[in-house]
C-alpha cells in the first residue's frame, strides 16, 4: 500500500486563497451567479454558518468560511479590510522558508 502522502492535492494549485467573509453562503452564492464557480464542499456549523467551504472559478480553487471570533478568524467588515489568507502548498514543507 503507498501512503505517500502528496504535497499538493489533486486538482488544486501552489497557492489557494481563503476568504473569511461575512456570510459565506451568500458569498458563495454571489461567485456561483456572477463568476459560474461550481461549489465542491461545504461544512456548515449548527448555527447555519459555514466553518469550511471550497468552489471552483475555473481552473482554481478558492476556501471560503464565515467570521468566527472564537477562532479569532475576522471578516473584511471587523477589519477594515481584506483578511484574506494565502495557503501555500509546498512539496517539501521543511523547504518553506522561516
Partial sequence: MNT???PIPDG???LTAYL???GAAEAIDFYKKAFGATELFRLAMP???IAH???RIGDSIFMISDENPEWDSASPQ????SPVTLHLSLPKSWAAPR
Fill in 4 to 6: 505517500k502522502t502528496r
Fill in 78 to 81: 471587523k477589519l477594515g479590510g
Fill in 47 to 49: 448555527d447555519g454558518k
Fill in 12 to 14: 488544486y494549485h501552489t
Fill in 53 to 55: 467551504g471550497e468552489f
Fill in 20 to 22: 473569511t467573509v461575512r
